[in-house]
């Protein structure tokens, strides 16, 4: 398609900032497509800019979303026109509205055959009532009906409460869209921007006023990013459309394997989107929690939930800014992906994998790709004791809370010149149900992890079963912070097993492999073939 761009002939009506457009169908949406200013595509006043575009089969053109970046001017264009390369059909979309920046509008197609007339919509939103389940969190939803999305809604002002989304509190919003018809789903997220983020939600109801239906979604999950799954979003399926359009809820893993190629790891999340025989999926946004995941040579697990989307046979991955992480002109703006591997879940026999081994670059990274589409290219039956599987795999449940138990880890010095750290030290111990998480190594009244010296210390936590390997780090603070280590033991106080991790190696930015950490195994126990995996030594991969 050849996308007409006119910009209206009134004072401030150009930007110079990115426009984002989605157009939606007959048969479904499109991908945003971003027009980067980068690339000197501007919107300037009556001006007239043409830009290919790329659409899949939608059938006839319904409406179409324009939106501006959140980092320049307010929009204002009289009209869009996309125009069919192939067959010359044109949709054309008139607008009057303004774009403020960071926000968007729909546009109908000019057809006597589309309903142009907006909507009101009523969103209640009930949080539970649990002890400390409001948030003070910025909360956004999207509603996504048979007739399209309603786009990213900002909960900001409550009809029914000032201080929004409190303990056993409904807050009520009211937005005029274009119809959705039937609300089958809402996303439902916030930004985990305060201190007291972590929201326990209990449900979304959502009133069509035009024919008085109200559309039920249930959620009673946290929305955390330190409680349950750690997850910030929840899709809500509708509770009570009529049997006829219910939508099914379909589990899907994904596990995100970056390569071993120098700097390919990254802080930034990553955002992934499914596309099967039966539809497509929205963006999911891989969270990069406080920089945990997506590091060179890794294997990271995540779960995803939407509607069936059948057989996947394509998928779309790319890079996102995570809040707080630098994104200056000397900043690591990249992650080189190796590849995404898919699977239904839970019950799934078949995984398929979406080779990349290409890099992946911020949205607006001169001359580089923000994303890749990629199609299957292999399938299996799914692996049990893949490591990011093993890794992330819950504990199996029980009425009981699980005993602690304690273990004695004693880390040895090596015996070197200059051998000894001021830095401060951090573990994960793996075991056949589960891993610590990160362990910080800390003790008082005493210099530790001098040469030829051995520190010790007990940490508290569940029983992690047989273990199989261990991850020490340090974070290179203090004027000595290059460390030797020879090797370090730990014992399960309360069945007395005892294993030996032997090192004899740097841990330093400039001496031995020069990286931060070494991932140990036991005295006597093999490296390869091993059945268990951590997030940082996983097989080398193939470029």
């Not at 007339?117 to 209640?124: E, T």
Request: with cysteine; glycine share 8%; charged share 25%.
């Amino acid at each position: 398609h050849v996308m007409t761009v006119s910009t209206a002939d009134v004072a401030k009506a150009g930007t110079d900032t990115d426009v984002i457009v989605k157009v939606f169908g007959e048969k479904g949406s499109s991908e945003p497509i971003t027009i980067s200013s980068n690339n000197g595509v501007r919107f300037m006043r009556a001006m007239t800019v043409n830009v290919p575009i790329e659409l899949p089969d939608m059938g006839a053109l319904t409406r179409i979303r324009a939106e501006v970046a959140d980092r320049g001017n307010n929009w204002l264009f009289d009209k869009i026109t996309l125009k069919n390369s192939d067959s010359g059909e044109e949709f054309i979309f008139a607008n009057t509205e303004w774009i403020e920046k960071g926000g968007s509008v729909d546009v109908p197609v000019q057809s006597e055959d589309v309903n142009t007339d907006k909507v009101l919509y009523k969103i209640s939103v009930q949080t539970s009532d649990l002890f400390a389940c409001g948030t003070d969190a910025n909360v956004s939803t999207i509603l996504y009906g048979d007739s399209g999305d309603s786009g990213t809604l900002a909960l900001k002002n409550s009809s029914t409460n000032t201080n929004k989304f409190e303990r056993n509190n409904t807050d009520e919003f009211e937005f005029s869209l274009l119809s959705l018809g039937t609300i089958k789903r809402v996303r439902i997220w916030h930004d985990d921007s305060t201190i007291s983020a972590s929201w326990h939600l209990a449900k979304v109801t959502v009133v069509d006023t035009s024919s008085s239906q109200d559309f039920i979604f249930t959620c009673n999950k946290w929305l955390s990013s330190r409680k349950d799954d750690k997850n910030l979003s929840r899709d809500l399926m509708c509770d009570n459309l009529p049997e006829e359009v219910v939508e099914v809820k379909e589990g899907y893993e994904i596990i995100i394997s970056v390569s071993n190629k120098k700097d390919a790891g990254t802080n930034h999340n990553i955002w992934v989107s499914l596309e099967g025989k039966s539809g497509s999926s929205d963006k999911f946004q891989l969270k990069n929690n406080a920089g945990r995941f997506f590091d060179k040579s890794t294997n990271d697990l995540f779960f995803f939930e939407c509607a069936d989307l059948g057989d996947i046979t394509h998928l779309r991955v790319g890079l996102s800014p995570r809040e707080g992480v630098d994104v200056g002109k000397d900043a690591i703006k990249q992650c080189h992906l190796h590849q995404v591997t898919v699977n239904r879940s839970p019950g799934g026999e078949t995984e398929h994998v979406f080779v990349c081994n290409h890099w992946l670059s911020l949205p607006g990274t001169p001359g580089r790709k923000s994303y890749r589409k990629l199609a299957a290219t292999s399938s299996q039956p799914v692996n049990p004791d893949h490591p990011a599987r093993i890794r992330s795999a819950p504990a199996a449940s029980s009425a009981a809370t699980p005993s602690l138990t304690t273990y004695h880890v004693d880390v040895k010095t090596a015996d070197k010149f200059a051998a000894g750290t001021d830095a401060n030290i951090f573990v994960i111990l793996y075991g056949n149900t589960g891993d610590s998480g990160k362990q910080a190594l800390v003790g008082s009244g005493k210099n530790l992890f001098e040469r030829n010296e051995m520190s010790s210390f007990d940490l508290e936590m569940a029983d992690l079963g047989k273990i199989v390997k261990m991850r020490i780090e340090h974070d290179n603070s203090g004027l000595g912070a290059s460390w030797c280590l020879d090797h370090v033991v730990v014992t399960n106080v309360t069945s007395g097993d005892k294993y030996t991790f032997p090192c004899n190696q740097w841990i330093d930015k400039k001496k031995g492999n020069k990286e931060l950490f070494r991932v140990l195994w036991p005295e006597g126990r093999k490296v390869e073939g091993s059945e268990l995996q951590g997030p940082d030594d996983r097989p080398i991969l193939e470029e």
